[in-house]
């Protein structure tokens, strides 16, 4: 059973910056899509960035581009997220999110349907 566990959350001022760490366990992850989301209150679960496990090949929301990095340790099983310049409008809990079977489409990757493996969750705070 794969299990994710987030960390590296905080309170930071705004432009300042966090790295967040999702140690993943429970089988090999070659093949396996892995993604951040977030979740502000009142507001729905949204993409944040995602990698492939095998090329690492990367993708970003429109609203984070330029300032999160998603990477892959493979050897660690972990994952990351580097954000940098950091907003108010980051705020919520970040959550790592893993897939191992085929997209139906391509833009089912940036959906939270496609994950079938969740983190807990890591509450980022960015106060002014």
């Known amino acids: 059973q794969v299990q994710l566990v987030e960390s590296g959350g905080g309170l930071v001022r705004v432009g300042g910056s966090l790295r967040l760490s999702c140690k993943a366990s429970?089988?090999?992850?070659?093949?396996?899509?892995m993604a951040w989301f977030r979740q502000a209150p009142g507001k729905e679960r949204e993409f944040v960035a995602v990698?492939?496990?095998?090329?690492?090949?990367?993708d970003y929301a429109d609203s984070v581009k330029g300032r999160f990095t998603i990477s892959r340790d493979s050897a660690k099983a972990t994952v990351y997220l580097d954000m940098i310049s950091l907003k108010r409008d980051d705020t919520a809990v970040y959550y790592c999110?893993?897939?191992?079977?085929?997209?139906?489409?391509?833009?089912?990757?940036?959906?939270?349907?496609?994950?079938?493996?969740w983190g807990q969750g890591t509450q980022v705070t960015v106060s002014s």
């Open positions: 990698i492939t496990w095998t090329g690492g090949n990367t």
């Open positions: 429970g089988r090999t992850f070659s093949n396996y899509v």
């Open positions: 999110a893993a897939s191992g079977r085929q997209a139906r489409y391509r833009r089912e990757i940036y959906e939270p349907q496609y994950y079938a493996d």
